[in-house]
């Protein structure tokens, strides 16, 4: 299994450029999610999905868009990039708390810089 | 809503010696679980422990322990002979109980470093 995999590793866009990050992951999870992570605040969640066809908003989802047309695929669009959205970007995925609640999987990170 | 704290923003130690991480937290639930993770300089994110709030054990893994006090809403992980490979940002993170409530909230994290 390649786990869960994001593209790009690296990305550099002018203010008011839109681009998608790409998370995949091959374990069936049901469960799929967001993260960014700024110095000094952890890790916080953008948006997330329970499956195919449903997603809802974490606690910073202003100025993202996401859809679920597939288990494996959770990609993050950024409609107009705006610096303060310069960032570290983590996928995540687990089962559903059917199965098995805690083991949540992250991908390496997408480094995003808005200039 | 839930909020996690880490009082802590860095910590070092040499190498052998133990350390404590603290975290704290705040909720209203009765049932939740508690994660520690290790973020290496290669920023992966990796999962140390876990421990599920409706068990009085604390958990540990090989040489890492928590100590979990319900009550005082504290949740510490302590690493013990520490080693060079621990130099790592660690994040205390909590989750709900249930389904649909698989979602993380984290706290602001510890820089650790191990010193030869």
């Known amino acids: 299994n390649a786990g869960v995999t994001q593209t790009p590793k690296f990305q550099v866009l002018k203010t008011g450029q839109s681009m998608t990050l790409q998370c995949a992951q091959d374990?069936?999870?049901?469960?799929m999610s967001w993260y960014r992570q700024d110095p000094g605040m952890g890790l916080r969640l953008i948006h997330y999905s329970v499956g195919a066809g449903i997603t809802d908003q974490g606690e910073v989802p202003n100025g993202y868009n996401v859809s679920r047309s597939t288990t494996e695929d959770f990609p993050l669009r950024l409609l107009s990039a705006a610096p303060s959205q310069t960032s570290v970007y983590f996928c995540?995925?687990?089962?559903?708390?059917?199965?098995?609640?805690?083991?949540?999987?992250f991908g390496p990170g997408t480094r995003l810089t808005v200039t | 809503a839930q909020t996690v704290t880490q009082s802590q923003p860095e910590m070092s130690v040499q190498e052998a010696e133990t350390v404590t991480l603290s975290c704290t937290y705040d909720?209203?639930?009765?049932?939740?679980?508690l994660f520690w993770y290790k973020q290496p300089p290669s920023r992966q994110m990796i999962l140390v422990i876990r421990?599920?709030?409706?068990?009085?054990q604390n958990a540990t893994e090989n040489r890492f322990s928590v100590n979990f006090q319900k009550a005082a809403k504290s949740f510490s992980l302590k690493i013990s002979d520490s080693q060079l490979g621990d130099t790592a940002m660690y994040f205390c993170a909590f989750m709900k109980h249930g389904l649909g409530n698989e979602k993380l909230t984290f706290g602001t994290g510890t820089r650790l470093t191990i010193i030869p």
């Open positions: 374990m069936n999870h049901e469960y």
């Open positions: 995540a995925s687990s089962y559903s708390y059917r199965e098995r609640p805690y083991e949540q999987y």
């Open positions: 421990q599920e709030a409706y068990k009085q």
């Open positions: 909720t209203s639930e009765s049932n939740y679980y």
